[in-house]
């Protein structure tokens, strides 16, 4: 019987069970959403009690059944509260304790218990520090941001910045990073912010090849079928090869327009190795205001033709399964005509990371060695 | 509540509407046009603000009424991934209820926007709100959820790194998408019943936060206008299929207004189009370059057309000709659309402030304001007396005391 259903019954928990089991069945395109909403709709009958059971349901769904799951847990609750009820603190802490469980329920179970009890649920932050939901860990970091404050204001300084340090480790938002580090330089301590989020800062460059009305992101260039450092390309003015190209940018952007000056309508394509320690699952995260492809190992990845409508870093986040050794990525970034002052970037951010955001850093790499050269 | 009785209020009924709901972007015909008479003037704080509600997020969509409720949505959370559904009640702004959800698409957006952009529409019976995730819920009035999608999920490309704000519309029992921008761009006609797509069709690949217009025909068949950087479409919401295409281009921020069987488009200025009785093709009329929008949407009121620009003139025209009658500097920037009643326009700028200007006098007159002290980007509500409007953190219902 499924997680918090003995009160039930076994007929009650089996038509709980084909219920959820109807949620977790909904697929892209609106598919299953039918039989989703009766479903939905007999769960919402429950009582409170089967809030853990609901919770437990989103482990391993997808998005769509996530939220649909998500849906009757805030009707139940909802009413439940509403009706001068009570939530299962008890289980809900258990269920929110026990990191076996997807990090968004776990979240949401964070978010119930604060809402019958923000006492209890403050007692929880600081176990949240190293937590796999950057949700909760970010809870346990704004605490101990203060309590860093606080220690700086009194003059305390070795104090202050090792609760920093210790702080900067747990975080993974840019804004906390960002407070973070400006209170630790503040204290007269230095930040690697490169190293903390893990951006990739060398690199083998090709280009420029052309992107005339666009057609550069659909066009296969030279390093789309061959990207062996040693090969040379007809580029958009004549042979292009391979060139080492680092950047000491803090937040890893690689500028095109620095090797190959501020060029319009063209298409450049930057590589590196990455070499993972294992095999493991990660995420390519990266940040981009231009067209862009990328190929990791090989593969495409992802691409997007979208031009000059914003850039952060972890603007797209891809999964991708690191094999032990050498790993190659390739990226294609356009450039268009726009010739406003905010059109000028040629450039991306990328880094590695599992999916909290902790970066994982490559071994060096022959390309790293060619750079310092 | 005293009403004017006009044409759109039967419209609104047979749709299983209220008199004096506001269901959608822009009210019942999506033009910012209320029949509503008796609302406050010579605005005064502490006379006319009825009720003032934190929201838990952010958002610029406009809320919606449908009887004695008010809906508004809202995005939180340090990625703005909770998307936030919320209703209120009219009378005294306490929550009915509160839903939220997670984002499955892009909260990435420009900072001045929110995940909250695009307002939803209701039928008076269910809710349906989207996201600029492209997360799209629909919900019954007792927020009960009764089918989702992700536009992101289901087409990856889907996506602005702006944000999307384009709202929903309902036309001819369906449920219009318009999901535009560089990429996979897109509009669907999704079923009410079940969100499953009807049909889906190609849009321009070009940014877009503009919301279209229904066009409904004396046989009651309705079209829906879609607007993009490359004109206007004409389009049969059963099947998507093209009717007719108005080419010369047009803004992708400021949406047109309908009215009296005539499209204002922002398109060079604004472009009068004539449109056939059946829906089935149209007619330029007139062009002026000296209406040109900015942000806000054009608004059509008796015989006049407004239109509002960045710099805060409003400019007043004439509907048969697209001569320009006069103009008024209002205290811009505007982000969100004015509205009108009871020939009276409210316009709220960006510092919050609202000024009233008097459309009956012969070169418009500025007779009421009042600083609500926030942002304010979104088009207000306008419902059984009261309007309502909301920042990124508060909703205020705007009426007089009589009627609080």
Redesign the interface.
């Known amino acids: 019987m499924v997680l918090g259903l003995a009160s039930l019954g076994q007929a009650a928990a089996g038509d709980f069970e084909k219920s959820v089991a109807a949620l977790r069945a909904v697929g892209g395109e609106g598919w299953g959403n039918e039989a989703a909403g009766r479903a939905l709709r007999q769960l919402a009958k429950g009582g409170a009690d089967t809030l853990p059971a609901l919770l437990a349901g989103m482990d391993g769904a997808n998005p769509f059944a996530a939220n649909y799951l998500r849906g009757a847990v805030e009707v139940i609750a909802g009413n439940t509260l509403a009706k001068g009820g009570t939530l299962p603190l008890v289980e809900l802490g258990e269920f929110l304790l026990n990191k076996s469980h997807d990090t968004k329920p776990r979240a949401l179970a964070f978010e119930l218990i604060r809402r019958v009890d923000a006492s209890a649920a403050e007692q929880l932050i600081p176990g949240f520090l190293g937590d796999p939901s950057v949700d909760l860990r970010r809870e346990a970091v704004a605490r101990l941001l203060g309590q860093a404050a606080g220690l700086a204001k009194a003059g305390n300084k070795p104090a202050a910045v090792l609760l920093y340090r210790q702080s900067l480790d747990a975080a993974r938002d840019l804004d906390q990073i960002q407070t973070i580090s400006g209170a630790l330089r503040e204290l007269g301590r230095e930040v690697n912010l490169t190293r903390h989020f893990g951006f990739l800062v060398d690199w083998q460059m090709a280009g420029p090849f052309h992107n005339k009305d666009r057609a550069g992101f659909v066009a296969v260039f030279g390093p789309e079928k061959n990207a062996d450092l040693s090969a040379s390309y007809n580029g958009m003015d004549g042979k292009v090869k391979w060139r080492a190209y680092s950047t000491d940018d803090e937040y890893g952007m690689v500028d095109f327009n620095k090797p190959y000056g501020d060029l319009k309508e063209v298409t450049g394509y930057a590589q590196t190795e990455f070499v993972s320690a294992n095999d493991r699952p990660a995420e390519l995260r990266l940040g981009c205001k231009n067209a862009w492809k990328i190929w990791f190992n090989g593969e495409l990845v992802f691409g997007r033709d979208e031009y000059h409508r914003g850039m952060r870093i972890d603007q797209y986040q891809m999964p991708v399964q690191l094999k032990k050794g050498s790993n190659t990525i390739l990226v294609k970034a356009c450039q268009n005509e726009q010739v406003e002052d905010w059109t000028v970037q040629w450039q991306f951010q990328l880094r590695v990371c599992d999916a909290t955001g902790t970066a994982i850093h490559s071994a060096p790499t022959k390309n790293r060695a060619v750079a310092a050269k | 509540m005293k009403k004017l009785i006009l044409t759109f209020t039967f419209a609104a009924l047979a749709n299983g509407l209220a008199a004096g709901d506001w269901p959608g972007f822009r009210g019942p015909l999506g033009n910012g046009v209320s029949d509503e008479v008796g609302l406050p003037i010579a605005l005064d704080a502490k006379k006319h603000i009825a009720w003032r509600i934190d929201l838990p997020g952010r958002g610029l969509s406009s809320p919606l009424v449908v009887g004695d409720r008010v809906f508004v949505t809202a995005s939180g959370?340090?990625r703005q991934d909770q998307l936030q559904i919320l209703c209120l009640n009219a009378a005294d702004g306490s929550v009915i209820?509160?839903?939220?959800?997670?984002a499955?698409g892009s909260t990435?957006?420009?900072n001045k926007t929110s995940i909250a952009a695009p307002t939803p529409v209701s039928d008076g019976k269910r809710l349906f709100a989207i996201f600029s995730s492209n997360?799209l819920f629909c919900l019954d009035l007792d927020?009960?959820?009764?089918?989702?999608?992700?536009l992101t999920?289901?087409y990856?490309?889907a996506r602005?790194?702006?944000g999307m704000a384009s709202s929903l519309v309902l036309a001819g029992g369906v449920l219009v998408a318009q999901v535009e921008?560089?990429?996979e761009s897109f509009t669907a006609g999704?079923?009410k019943?079940?969100?499953?797509?009807l049909w889906k069709v190609n849009r321009p690949?070009s940014?877009n936060w503009t919301t279209a217009m229904v066009q409904k025909t004396k046989s009651g068949a309705e079209w829906v206008l879609l607007q993009s950087g490359k004109g206007i479409h004409a389009v049969n919401p059963k099947n998507g299929e093209v009717a007719w295409h108005y080419a010369d281009g047009a803004s992708t921020i400021p949406s047109s207004t309908l009215a009296g069987g005539v499209l204002y488009v922002p398109s060079h200025g604004v472009t009068a189009l004539e449109l056939a009785d059946d829906g089935k093709s149209f007619r330029q009329k007139w062009r002026s370059s000296r209406l040109r929008p900015g942000t806000a949407s054009p608004l059509v009121h008796r015989d006049r057309v407004y239109s509002l620009n960045n710099a805060g003139v409003l400019t007043c025209g004439d509907t048969d000709s697209g001569k320009r009658l006069w103009q008024l500097r209002l205290d811009g920037p505007y982000g969100g659309s004015p509205v009108v009643a009871d020939n009276h326009l409210y316009a709220f700028n960006e510092e919050g402030k609202v000024q009233v200007v008097d459309l009956s006098a012969p070169e418009g007159r500025i007779v009421g304001e009042m600083d609500l002290g926030e942002m304010i980007l979104c088009s207000p509500a306008v419902s059984n007396g009261a309007l309502y409007v909301r920042s990124n953190r508060r909703i205020w219902k705007i009426a007089r005391k009589t009627q609080l």
């Open positions: 959370g340090t209820w509160q839903r939220q959800f997670w499955t990435v957006c420009h997360d927020g009960n959820l009764r089918w989702l999608r992700g999920v289901d990856p490309n602005n790194s702006l921008n560089d990429s999704l079923d019943q079940n969100g499953a797509n690949k940014s």
